[in-house]
């Protein structure tokens, strides 16, 4: 028996064997079969099996309470099915409260691209040469700088110090990012004259990327102040076309210089024919209607210039073509008197997130596209 693997880096979840596939389908009938597959995995993968029990004590936590941990057969009930779920649908800890998996029959999992499996899409769809492209923000800035609208500076050393100083000064607000980082890790937003480069160096040996500030525009502000709210919208270009499949709106919270759900930031579901935004929740499965700190209305909001932000995307995916699937993070801004979308990242492993608000799969919505390449 071996465990499947990924080239990414990412752990074995996953035992290829006849036993183990027989087990799984086994399992898909009933309460009975399911535990003599999770004892399977109990028995010949016992590391991977216990380490994961102190993660599904904590999503438990999280999205239930306490008093789940203490009944007993309840909580063993839990296990079964979270195991379950993320040896047989690739979906994690989080993801099974987050998709609502307990409340969903096979077919209805079967429709989720869950943390484990979305790899094997990304390996579809852009294969791994251009991947370095994206992930050294600097590389993404020299391709697509027309885009960016803003001050970039990429440093890797002391001896970059000239370079940064001829780019700001001192009474400008910066924003910095290790090169190498996701997810708003790392970032800080700070006055140019209050940078400790060394400092930062050290912390992020790989390098930083330091950036101009940029305000939102107060149809985005609105929301949320401290942060820059995005638009995450994907786009998966055919042969012949460049497709939108999901796009959602992300909001920070108050006091929070990023958007990122995962660092307690709003998901909304952006409806990708009209641009207004049907439905929103957290990171821990929260619904809101209202933003909870301003109490901005977000369900039934339009994103402005929707169509222009289409157009927009739609023409940066011809930039690297061998590349299909991108999440573009884009930022609607003041310019002036004007308005416009600029550029924040694009990233060609972008989750599917959208799956959190609008508790409904995409699975077979991606499958469509891929037999379309």
Known sequence: MKKIESKDGIAGWKIDSPIERFLAKKADLNYFWKRIYVIFYRIFDKEYYNKGLKFIAKAIETFKDKSVLE?????????????????????MFDEYFLYDFYNKNVHGRLEY????????????????????????KLKTYEIFKDYYCRKVCGIYS????KKLVDTFNNNERIIVKPINSSG?????????????????LNKFPDGII???????????SKFNESSLNTVRIVTIRLDE????PFAFARFGRKGSCVDNAFLG?????????TGVITCAKDEKGNKYIYHPDSLQCIIGFKVPFWNELKSKVKEMAQVIPENRYTGWDMAFIEDGEKAKWVMIEGNPR????????????VKKEIDLLINQL
């Open 265 to 273: 930031g709003i998901i909304a579901n952006v409806d990708i024919e």
């Open 350 to 361: 972008g989750q599917f997130v959208s799956q959190i608000p609008t508790g409904k799969g």
């Open 184 to 200: 708003g890790q790392g970032v800080q937003i700070m006055n140019f004259a209050d940078l400790k480069l060394e400092k930062l």
């Open 210 to 220: 330091v950036e101009e500030l940029l305000k939102n525009h107060p149809e985005f």
């Open 241 to 244: 076309d460049v497709v939108w």
């Open 158 to 161: 002391l001896e970059d110090e």
């Open 71 to 91: 009944n007993k057969k309840l909580y063993k009930k839990y296990v079964v099915d979270m195991v379950y779920s993320l040896h047989r649908f690739g979906c």
């Open 113 to 136: 691209i869950t943390d484990k499996i979305r790899w094997d899409y990304y390996a579809k769809f852009n294969g791994y040469d251009n991947l370095d492209l994206f992930n050294d």
